[in-house]
Every structure is written in C-alpha cells, then in structure tokens.
C-alpha cells in the first residue's frame, strides 16, 4: 500500500516506544499505523511518509489507543481486523 491515497493521519500516542497513528484511507475507511513495526517480518508492512512501519489490526491495538479511537467515534470493521469504520450517529 502507497500513502498516494491517504487523505490524512492524526497522532495518537506513544506506548513503550512504538508511535500509533489514526490514517483516514477513505471517507469511511481508517487504519491504525504503528512505527516501529514490532515484527520486521509483519505482513502488514507500511510506509507513511518517512515512518516505516506496519497497519495494526484490532486484536493488537493497546487499549489506550482503543480508548482514543472510542472517543474519535471509530471502532472495528467485522468484516475484516485491519479497518476501522466511524460508529453511527
């Protein structure tokens, strides 16, 4: 995946030396971006602007960032881990 189709990202935090990243991929599509990867052999493997660095999918976003992403109004995609779609007003 290029960042040519990112529209925008927003920091989130930083937990134990990893940053997390909230990227908009489209209007109802969003992923949570993690630098450094804590695989180099992740096959999520992404690069966003000068960060490389891997999508994390639900199960592995620390609650603190789920925390953030509940108040951001975004939760996880069922059909698939790696998406966060915006919850309904």
């Not at 920091?11 to 990227?23: A, N, P």
């Amino acid at each position: 995946m290029t960042t040519k189709n990112i529209l925008l990202w927003e920091y989130i935090r930083e937990i134990r030396g990893q940053k997390y990243i909230l990227v908009k991929k489209t209007d109802k599509e969003y992923f949570v971006f993690r630098t450094p990867a804590q695989s180099e052999k992740s096959q999520n493997q992404f690069s966003l602007e000068n960060w490389e660095g891997e999508i994390v999918p639900w199960g592995g976003v620390p609650a603190k960032v789920r925390g953030w992403l509940a108040r951001k109004k975004v939760k996880a995609d069922p059909k698939k881990q790696e998406i966060l779609i915006p919850e309904r007003s």
